[in-house]
């Protein structure tokens, strides 16, 4: 029993973590939103619903429509599913990116450490935007997944570097010794011995990752260069833009969105520094 207790510890702080908990809440009640949203309300986001153009919220149209009578609900709940489905494989991208590429300079050091660590100084200096504009040049037709994709191929090289540091620290130790005299490989030693020591640190860079994905998505949507071919909370917040919303005082098309962003943002946020209070001995709330 008390072997179990001190394997388990961290959830037992966990659950009494109020930031946590608070976070976790709030990105669960979107995600759920997200999920369930269409069954509520089948309107395609798309489709011209009222043709009196905008009106306020109602019974009928809980967040109201816009400007050409489009359901801002229904946009609502597929743009959350987009943000999502970016947050989870462009931020997902990006942490098995930053994985490989750390662990492995981290590990074998030398050379190797020398070439992954210029090929990530070099990827950190690209400018991302400048090299989105030439891919939007040549893409009539841009998707989500391509969003997904190429947000993951740009945002690996902090998490690399900072994986790479913990790996230094953790090679030299005795239990990574032990591993070599009993003949495991450098990939085995990393997958069994030196990842699963870090498991706390990777899941605070997947969330972070997670958050840092939202954000750019929402702001290559709003700039106009997301995707073509569906809806997404920073498609709606650009739309409302270009026709006056905020000027017409039209505010139920573009508040949701920007407090959506902002709401799951910021809750991640507050569940990474939550999670750091949780496996920190040293910050955590007794």
């Known amino acids: 029993m008390k072997a179990w207790k001190r394997k388990h510890e961290w959830l037992y702080f966990a659950l009494r973590n109020r930031k946590l908990l608070v976070g976790l809440s709030i990105i669960l009640t979107f995600l759920l939103l997200g999920l369930i949203g269409p069954w509520i309300n089948p309107n395609d986001p798309f489709a011209y619903v009222h043709p009196l153009g905008p009106t306020p919220p109602s019974k009928e149209y809980w967040f109201g429509t816009t400007f050409f009578g489009q359901d801002v609900f229904a946009q609502f709940v597929h743009g959350l599913r987009a943000s999502f489905l970016v947050g989870v494989l462009g931020g997902g991208l990006g942490t098995l990116l930053g994985m490989l590429i750390g662990f492995t300079a981290g590990y074998r050091g030398g050379l190797m450490d020398e070439i992954l660590n210029a090929f990530t100084n070099i990827v950190l200096v690209i400018p991302t935007l400048a090299v989105l504009l030439i891919i939007a040049a040549y893409l009539e037709v841009r998707s989500i997944w391509a969003e997904c994709i190429f947000i993951g191929l740009t945002s690996w090289p ?78 709606m917040m650009q739309y409302s833009v270009l026709w006056g919303a905020l000027q017409l005082e039209i505010w139920w098309w573009f508040v949701p969105p920007g407090l959506a962003i902002t709401a799951i943002v910021g809750s991640l946020y507050s569940m990474n520094v939550g999670l750091d209070e949780v496996f920190n001995p040293k910050l955590r709330e007794m």
């Open 158 to 235: 902090w998490a690399a570097r900072a994986i790479r540091a913990q790996t230094f620290s953790l090679r030299a130790r005795e239990f990574v010794d032990l591993a070599r005299l009993n003949g495991m490989n450098s990939y085995q030693i990393i997958l069994h011995e030196i990842a699963p020591n870090m498991m706390s640190y990777l899941l605070l860079v997947f969330i972070l990752q997670f958050g840092g994905a939202i954000l750019t998505a929402a702001t290559l949507d709003f700039i106009g260069l997301g995707p073509t071919n569906t809806i997404s909370l920073g498609l």
